[in-house]
């Protein structure tokens, strides 16, 4: 079982920076991909960048350019850098962790994220 805490949430101006932390915990599988997705009031929620335990990543393309996705193995940690922030980047953000071989997949609680002037 793995268990995902995220923070790093909050109140960001368009144009700004945010970086959002995802500390997991528990037994990790040979293969597995950890990720953003957001989620906004009447929206699905929707996948934002991932980043495999081989270390590639991958953005949606309505944020590249904008926001990073990291790891640091040692802390057991995935990064969210979001730059260049958007009033439509408003949304609830939640870490995701998903096995490749086993078909596992956890949540967490989520973070809001608000980007207003």
């Known amino acids: 079982q793995v268990q995902l805490v995220e923070s790093g949430g909050g109140l960001g101006q368009p144009g700004g920076s945010l970086r959002l932390s995802c500390v997991a915990s528990?037994?990790?599988?040979?293969?597995?991909?950890m990720g953003w997705h957001r989620q906004a009031p009447g929206n699905q929620r929707e996948l934002v960048a991932q980043?495999?335990?081989?270390?590639?990543?991958y953005y949606e393309d309505y944020v590249k350019g904008r926001f990073t996705i990291s790891r640091d193995d040692a802390k057991n940690t995935v990064y969210l850098q979001m730059n260049s922030l958007k009033p439509e980047d408003t949304a609830v953000y939640y870490c995701?962790?998903?096995?490749?071989?086993?078909?596992?997949?956890?949540w967490g609680q989520g973070t809001q994220v608000t980007v207003s002037s």
């Open positions: 980043i495999t335990s081989g270390g590639s990543a």
């Open positions: 995701n962790y998903r096995s490749i071989l086993g078909r596992y997949e956890t």
């Open positions: 528990g037994s990790f599988h040979r293969a597995f991909s």
